[in-house]
Each structure stands twice: as C-alpha cells, then as structure tokens.
C-alpha cells in the first residue's frame, strides 16, 4: 500500500489515480491561478509524482536490475507455452547458449511494440510468475523466471 508522502497527510493512504481525480476537479473548480498554483505545489510536494520513483525503488530493492544482450526470438501472438506468461514475450539466447525468458509487457505501448529477431541489448529485473491451473484454460500451470525489460535497443 502506498503512503504519500507529505507532512499534510502523513499517515493517509491514496491510490494513485485517487490522487490524480482530486487533483483533477479542484483544479475545475478553481478559477484563481495563485490558488491553482499552490494546489500544484502541495500535490507535487506530496509525490503524486514521485510513487513511480518510489515503487521503483521498492522494485529495485526486491529485484536487482540486470544487463543482458543476445539473440531475441519473440512468440508474440503464437500459440507457444511461454505466451501464457505474457503477451510480448520471446526468448533472449544469451552468448553463454542460455535461453532466458524475456517479457516487454511492463514498457509502455507494448503491445502495439514489435521487437525484431536479432541481436539485443536488455535491462530489467527478473521475477518468477506463477500460474495456476484454471479450468478450459490452455495454460500448464507452473512458475518460470521472467525477464522484465525496462530499457532496450538494437544491437549493431
């Protein structure tokens, strides 16, 4: 559960997009810049900002970001058994013939993200996903290590 972070509201508990909808109507009702303007510097001073930087860091702290780089062979969109472990997803051939799950789902506008078959540069952290078994579904269950890229380019 996030906290915010502000001496306003020590001890109070927002989502995010809580946060993001109030800040959002009373700047509607407000029609006084200076009022607008210090609404703005409580809610930035509160870290509606910065919960990316500190889930971040909380992530950084669970997983250790990794550097990887190899060979990519994505089964985006086949019907492969490492698909029910992410949408954009394939496999990186590292240099030590290591075949690693690698999984872009958690970048933004994955989805519509086409990674070529070819040489890569990675960096994220890896977890292990589970997945139970659920009636009429074609997944296995089981758990794997996946790979979760934050950053990666093309290599030449």
Known sequence: MDYINCRFFKHTSFGYFTKKIIFVILIQFMRNYAACAALLILFASCGISGEAVLNETENTAAHPREELQGTFTSKKGVMHPVSCYGYNIGFLKTEGAENIIVCFDRISNSMDL??????????????????????DNPCESGTRKVFYVEEWHILN
């Open 114 to 135: 086409e990674i070529p078959s070819q040489s890569i540069y990675v960096k994220g952290h890896s977890e292990n996903k589970t997945i139970e078994a659920i009636p």
